[in-house]
């Protein structure tokens, strides 16, 4: 299975963005499906992850900004971004967590002040 991440773009702090991943085949539905994002000099971390039956976690740092979701019938995971602020700026990736499908090359987020 693999993944390609869309939806990123530049965008002013306040703003909002909605991120997808589609994954290749239909083994989507079977894995727990997550977003992480990568910082320069920092370590790639898990952003939200979305288990095949609809549960959601969250990073603490989001603060309740970003809404993790999926559409089984579309291989396709969401990760809808609001009040974005420029430390959420990144290469953001789409994964199973843990993450054991193919990476993608990401889409890149960076927020503005």
């Known amino acids: 299975v693999q993944v390609v991440e869309s939806g990123g773009g530049l965008v002013r702090s306040g703003e909002s963005l909605r991120l997808s991943c589609v994954a290749s085949?239909?083994?989507?539905?079977?894995?727990?499906m997550a977003w992480y994002r990568e910082q320069p000099g920092r370590q790639p971390m898990l952003v939200a992850s979305?288990?095949?039956?609809?549960?959601?976690t969250y990073a603490d740092f989001q603060e309740s900004r970003f809404t993790i979701s999926r559409d089984n019938t579309k291989n396709t995971a969401y990760l809808q971004m609001n009040n974005l602020k420029p430390d959420d700026t990144a290469l953001y990736y789409c994964?199973?967590?843990?993450?054991?499908?193919?990476w993608g090359e990401g889409t890149r987020v960076t927020v503005s002040s």
């Open positions: 979305i288990t095949p039956s609809g549960t959601t």
């Open positions: 085949g239909s083994t989507d539905a079977l894995y727990t």
């Open positions: 994964n199973a967590y843990p993450p054991v499908l193919i």
